[in-house]
């Protein structure tokens, strides 16, 4: 059974460094094809995608956001982590990972339940 | 890489069969077979309900079914019941080997 929650603060100040883990459980990002991408939701609007790291340490970045996000892994902890430089308040979003389940595959099949950050002073 | 286009809304009465559509480009929705459809109901995660334009997961009722014509893809619902009544997102692979979501879909049932 896959699983994945994320975990981080509710709260940052603008041009604060946002870290979010997403840990994961039923698969191992060491296995061939398997990735992990980071996906947000602003409230009321729609999903946006951030990033995406791969089993090899591929790794995909949104190319408007690009410059401000690094996404890495810890295999041993079952881990992803996102971070977020530069936040502001446009940045208030319910953060969500998402699985990719193997090679030739291009869609999320497992999501995390989400968690939100609000960018506020 | 701009979002996909949807229509902000659909609604249809239950029983009744609705189509949600999808435009991307020939770098997209076009140019692969990766059009995913995911369904979220409000303060839920979303939940993969069609994949590579036309396959559906394990569990997901043959209700829903996807397809694709040139740069717009599109997700039929038939036989609508009120449990259907949800946001609904596309999502296509690209051409730069990233990922790009639609503006969402409100589905009504009436």
């Known amino acids: 059974q896959i699983t994945l929650k994320e975990s981080g603060p509710t709260l940052v100040k603008p041009t604060q460094t946002l870290t979010l883990t997403c840990t994961f459980s039923?698969?191992?990002?060491?296995?061939?094809?398997?990735?992990v991408g980071w996906i947000r939701q602003p409230p009321g609007k729609a999903l946006e995608w951030l990033a995406l790291i791969y089993w090899n340490d591929d790794k995909r970045y949104s190319p408007s956001l690009k410059s401000r996000l690094t996404i890495t892994k810890d295999t041993s902890k079952n881990q992803v982590v996102l971070t977020m430089t530069n936040m502001d308040p446009v940045d208030t979003a319910t953060y969500y990972c998402?699985?990719?389940?193997?090679?030739?595959?291009?869609?999320?099949?497992?999501w995390g339940q989400g968690t939100l950050v609000t960018v506020s002073s | 890489q701009s979002a996909l286009t949807q229509p902000a809304s659909v609604s249809g009465s239950p029983g009744q069969s609705i189509t949600i559509s999808c435009t991307g480009t020939?770098?997209?929705?076009?140019?692969?077979?990766?059009v995913s459809w995911y369904q979220q109901h409000p303060g839920k995660a979303p939940k993969l309900m069609i994949y590579?334009?036309?396959n559906r997961p394990s569990g997901v009722s043959n209700r829903f079914s996807g397809s694709k014509s040139g740069n717009t893809a599109s997700l039929t619902i038939s036989g609508l019941q009120a449990e259907d009544e949800a946001d609904y997102y596309c999502?296509?692979?690209?051409?730069?080997?990233?990922?790009?979501f639609g503006g969402g879909t409100k589905l009504t049932v009436l």
């Open positions: 999502s296509s692979y690209t051409s730069s080997s990233l990922w790009v």
């Open positions: 998402a699985h990719v389940t193997g090679f030739r595959v291009y869609y999320f099949d497992y």
């Open positions: 039923g698969f191992s990002l060491s296995t061939s094809g398997v990735g």
């Open positions: 590579d334009v036309s």
């Open positions: 020939s770098s997209d929705v076009g140019g692969y077979n990766y």
